[in-house]
């Protein structure tokens, strides 16, 4: 059938099967693509290059000129949301981010109690300069990190193995990673809401660290407040279309139907006839090749992207890896994979 909007993936937000799924991939716009690490030259730091405008731009664009993915997202970062409440965010080379561990209601105090979203100006300035560059085929993606995943780097100042830190945290002191949670389900709610106003068709939610949450502690600090953000969201924004990725959930990406969510982001642990049976009648389903088949190639890259395909052909499907793409991967491998993907 047509497009009734003439952005197919944003089609699937709304309800409509295609006979092809549009496609987009996590992390498009990175360090696989040599003209990104060219471009990444020209900025200080990864801080930097997020909070200027025409590098955002430049950026969240190489993709879609390589390769006219359905989809376009936001160039930035899930931690830019703690740098605006006041929690200082840099990033160490080769290492990731870093910063200063919040751990007691003392330290919490000392952040903001809302967002400063005119420290995210330059954000939304990319948003309105993207959106004025975009094919108008291409639905623009906005992004925030879940709570929990934000929380999570907030308490510990780092990434950590297995959230230790957080998870010890949200047991000894269930108060303060409520606070916490809380704090972030507001400022992600004022940060989405700016980034439709700026221009964003729909926006992904990212609850990378899902899996390290027992099925009580995915409740209380992922699920219900996601689902506060989306309530918030379309209370300013009715309608707004809104994807959330569970990673490492297992069974409980069929939560995220709960969520209020228009699509579900499966990883590629996965079973893809389970999701289809289980998820896609009730919601659109986003994913979930394995990146590293891509790295590979050939057949082994053929199979995944045809069992993806067959797994999901008979309902809404957006198609995607099941996280973000690796820096190893060739170039030419993705074209091979887009062209799979729309039958060329």
């Not at 390589?66 to 899930?78: E, K, N, Q, T, V």
């Not at 642990?269 to 190639?297: F, M, S």
């Amino acid at each position: 059938m047509p497009s009734p909007t003439g952005k197919p993936l944003l089609d699937v937000l709304n309800g409509h099967r295609q006979s092809r799924p549009p496609i987009w991939i996590m992390r498009q716009a990175g360090r696989y693509l040599p003209e990104y690490r060219e471009l990444r030259t020209k900025a200080k730091s990864f801080i930097d290059f997020c909070y200027t405008p025409a590098m955002a731009t430049e950026a969240t664009l190489q993709p879609i000129r390589r390769y006219g993915f359905d989809g376009a997202i936001l160039f930035s970062d899930i931690l830019v949301v703690p740098d605006a409440l006041g929690q200082q965010v840099s990033f160490a080379e080769g290492e990731g981010p870093r910063l200063p561990p919040i751990t007691s209601m003392e330290a919490l105090k000392g952040l903001s109690e809302e967002i400063d979203l005119e420290r995210l100006g330059p954000v939304f300035e990319a948003i309105e300069r993207i959106k004025g560059a975009l094919p108008r085929e291409t639905t623009f993606l906005g992004f925030c990190g879940a709570p929990w995943t934000v929380g999570s780097y907030m308490v510990a100042g780092k990434g950590t193995p297995e959230l230790a830190p957080s998870r010890l945290m949200a047991y000894r002191d269930p108060a303060f990673m409520d606070t916490l949670i809380d704090r972030l389900v507001v400022a992600s709610t004022a940060y989405l809401i700016r980034q439709f106003q700026a221009g964003v068709d729909a926006v992904q939610i990212f609850e990378s660290f899902a899996g390290a949450l027992t099925p009580d502690a995915f409740d209380r600090w992922s699920i219900k407040p996601i689902s506060r953000i989306i309530a918030g969201v379309r209370k300013a924004v009715p309608g707004a279309k809104i994807i959330v990725f569970t990673r490492n959930a297992g069974v409980g990406h069929a939560r995220v139907i709960e969520t209020g969510a228009d699509a579900a982001g499966l990883d590629w642990g996965v079973d893809g006839r389970w999701a289809a049976k289980t998820l896609q009648p009730h919601i659109a389903v986003q994913g979930n090749l394995d990146p590293l088949t891509v790295v590979a190639g050939g057949d082994a890259m053929l199979r995944g992207i045809d069992r993806v395909l067959e797994d999901f052909g008979g309902g809404r499907h957006i198609f995607n890896f099941g996280h973000g793409i690796v820096p190893e991967t060739p170039p030419e491998h993705v074209a091979t994979l887009v062209r799979r993907v729309r039958g060329q």
